[in-house]
């Protein structure tokens, strides 16, 4: 199932009953790296208790559309209770920017701003992070099927994440280049897979990029990432999805890239994450591209809310802060 960001939208206007809230018990062994079920059980919390996430220095956060975050800093995480341990924002929309494709922004500026009050005021969770909603070579007004022309449409992509980042309090040093196959108008693929007639038409003139051609959009987006500001690069996306566009060679291995997956994930919020787990189950983070749960450039799973998942409510990550570059 690719991962429709901006689809669900109308979907968090929806309001669903969370029957109980749980806890994690103990601390996540070598089982969470390795894909098997968290050692710890979750277990009913306290009246009044707020859930932790665990272990020491992983927080709950939430990411793209508005939820409502009520009561008074320090903000509590949404429909979780846990302190609120940050906020990470679509900061552009390849659709958007390009003229005439539409395109909407999945960006709260209220969730933004709680997050920062937690992380300036009162050293919680890792504040504002953002990501771009990334376009592959086949939606280039200018694609001609060479390495050099996708490097630079990842250049393009790069200077406009940081423009639109100008006047926003980010406070989270990694910018997420989101690379998925949405499943959405104007390209399903966004460029990754096919080349488009033109970048908003949605006909499909060729159906396959090289690999190669894949990557040299990506490595132009980095290189001028980090040649032109303090930020590092990181990357959204998911095993399957990762290697469906750059393939099992070289051109997909990234082992040294900070990385937020998607896979696995949960439409229930009855369980929460420990340590790359979903306690009592098998549901666990997968990362892509060399990397896995142990690396120390796994920093973040959306565990409920993506990959077409639907909670009732929105998007839910789990931030590893102690890998945080």
Not at 114 to 126: E, L, M, V
Not at 207 to 227: E, H, K, N, Q, T
Request: hydrophobic share 40%.
């Amino acid at each position: 199932m690719k991962r429709p960001r901006v689809a669900v939208a109308s979907a968090l206007a929806s309001v669903l009953a969370l029957a109980s809230i749980f806890v994690l018990a103990g601390k996540a062994g070598p089982a969470a790296s390795t894909g098997r079920p968290a050692a710890a059980l979750a277990v009913a919390a306290a009246p009044g208790a707020k859930p932790a996430d665990s272990p020491a220095g992983f927080w709950y956060g939430t990411d793209s559309w508005p939820m409502t975050i009520s009561g008074k800093a320090p903000y509590s995480t949404p429909r979780i209770g846990s302190p609120y341990g940050g906020y990470i924002g679509m900061i552009g929309n390849w659709a958007k920017w390009v003229r005439g494709c539409g395109g909407r922004l999945a960006w709260s500026a209220s969730n933004s701003a709680a997050a920062n009050t937690n992380f300036t005021k009162y050293g919680k969770g890792i504040g504002t992070g953002v990501y771009w909603f990334a376009a592959g070579p086949g939606v280039d007004p200018h694609y001609n099927g060479t390495t050099r022309e996708a490097y630079a449409w990842g250049v393009r992509q790069a200077a406009q994440t940081l423009g639109d980042m100008a006047g926003h309090h980010i406070t989270y040093p990694v910018v997420f280049m989101d690379i998925e196959l949405p499943g959405i108008a104007p390209a399903p693929d966004n460029g990754w897979n096919a080349v488009y007639t033109a970048p908003c038409s949605g006909r499909v003139k060729t159906p396959f990029i090289a690999p190669s051609v894949d990557r040299a959009d990506f490595d132009g987006y980095r290189a001028y990432l980090l040649s032109h500001s303090h930020y590092k690069i990181g990357v959204y996306s998911a095993p399957s999805i990762w290697a469906s566009i750059f393939g099992t060679g070289s051109a997909a291995s990234i082992p040294t890239t900070d990385e937020w997956t998607y896979t696995a994930f949960t439409s229930s919020l009855s369980r929460l994450p420990s340590g790359w787990c979903l306690a009592g189950t098998r549901t666990c983070a997968q990362f892509f591209g060399g990397v896995t749960s142990s690396s120390p450039h796994a920093l973040m799973w959306q565990w409920s809310g993506g990959g077409g998942s639907f909670n009732g409510f929105g998007d839910f990550d789990q931030i590893d802060k102690n890998r945080q570059p």
